[in-house]
Structures are given as structure tokens and as C-alpha cells.
């Protein structure tokens, strides 16, 4: 029997020139080496930190003698996962381990998590840098004694603004564990139904991170 044709959700942002980035980094930058109308073929050069749009954090991020982004086992960047949705306010708060629990939220060991904080209507604003609500250093405690193989999320960055020693960073790529941030259309996932997902990244020899192109695959056998 084949297998049955799972439905995918575009978790990715649009890579553009004018695209919003974070405070302090550059935008993609785009040439055309090559037209068609005069050269015969279109190509195009494009320069960018390995940090922009969709993109995943490697641990070599922020430490040094650990992996890098082409040595991850992707099998950590596929699988099964499991959404948290912040149904909350955003007012860059802190989203405490006690919350979590209380909602009911369950989560197997092994499993990708996922951190929906809901600051993907803000996209392409300046409230989008400013205003997402992040983990406790309790809730990323808990997420690696679940031995989750990556953390993802549609925020920007998994510390809070203004952060001076990245610790939610630190801890979670201490466990090597990768990070996946600014995914969006998390909303279209349906609530209560098993999904996996796929955030595979460019394999860049020995760098700190890179893009990737991020889908869920729902109905997939």
C-alpha cells in the first residue's frame, strides 16, 4: 500500500530585501548576475546572516566545542510535535512552567516542542521584536528532562528583550538541542490532531546556524 499524501503547512517567512529583521542585523541583499533578456539565463547573488527570517539556532550559536549547524542529526529537526498556545496578552511576559501545566498540556519525551506565542499577528511591525512572551528557565528545565530533540517557536528569540546573558539560549543548546525560531502560520495546525514537522536546515560547514524551510505534515502515515 502507498503512502497516503499528508497535507503541508508552509511554516516558513518570505525571504526579501525589506523584509523585518532583528534590532541591530542586516537585511537580505539581492543581485542579478544574470538576465535573461541580455544574458540568456536569470541567477541571482544573495548575501544574509545565517540568523534571518526562519531560521535555526545551532550550538554553536553561543558556545564553542560543540556542534555546528551541518552536524546535527536531522532526525532532531523531524518528528513528531506538540504546540503550546499562549492564549494570553502580549506583553513580552514570562511564560511560567505552572502555566503550562495547568492548562493541561501534555508533552512524551522525545517529541519536538513547539512554543506558539501568538506574536506572529504583529509580523513586520516593530512590536513584533518587542512584545513576545518567552520561557521560564523552570519551563526549559522541564523541556530537557523531557529530552525534547528541538524547540521551536514563532517568536524571534526564546530569551526576553534586553537579555544580557541568553540563558534560556544557554540552557537549551547546552543540552544540544537546536532551536527553531520565527515560524509562523502555527494557528493552522488543528488543535488536537497529531502532526509532525520538518525544519531542515541549509548545510553549512561549521557555522553557527542557518535558514531552513520549515512545514507540518498533517494526516501523515
Known amino acids: 500500500m502507498g503512502m497516503n499524501e499528508p497535507k503541508i503547512i508552509d511554516l516558513s517567512h518570505t525571504l526579501s530585501s525589506d523584509m523585518l529583521v532583528y534590532p541591530g542585523t542586516e537585511r537580505p541583499v ?7 533578456n541580455s ?5 541571482t547573488r544573495f548575501t544574509m546572516l545565517t540568523h534571518t527570517g526562519t531560521h535555526i539556532d545551532a550550538p554553536k550559536h553561543f558556545l564553542d566545542d560543540v556542534i555546528c549547524i551541518d552536524e546535527i542529526p536531522l532526525n532532531k529537526l523531524f518528528g513528531k510535535a506538540c504546540i503550546f498556545r499562549n492564549n494570553k496578552k502580549l506583553k513580552g511576559q514570562e511564560i511560567s512552567l505552572e502555566e503550562i ?6 508533552l512524551e519525551e522525545n517529541q519536538i516542542f513547539i512554543m506558539e506565542t501568538g506574536i506572529e499577528k504583529y ?17 526549559i528545565e522541564w523541556l530537557i528532562s523531557k529530552k525534547i530533540k528541538a524547540y521551536m ?34 494557528y493552522l495546525i488543528p488543535k488536537d490532531k497529531e502532526f509532525f514537522i520538518s525544519a531542515l536546515p541549509i548545510k553549512l560547514k561549521g557555522r553557527d546556524g542557518a535558514p ?3 512545514v507540518a505534515l498533517i494526516d501523515f502515515e
Open 30 to 36: 539581492f543581485q542579478w548576475l544574470g538576465r535573461a
Open 39 to 43: 544574458e540568456g539565463f536569470n541567477l
Open 101 to 106: 501545566i495547568a492548562s493541561g498540556f501534555q
Open 123 to 139: 509580523a513586520e511591525t516593530k512590536q513584533y521584536n518587542e512584545i513576545f512572551p518567552y520561557p521560564s528557565k523552570e519551563v
Open 153 to 186: 517557536t514563532d517568536a524571534t528569540t526564546v530569551d526576553p528583550v534586553g537579555t544580557k546573558d541568553s540563558l534560556n539560549h544557554h540552557l537549551l543548546l547546552g543540552a544540544d538541542i537546536p532551536i527553531v525560531e520565527n515560524l509562523k502560520n502555527l
Open 212 to 214: 531552513c524551510r520549515a
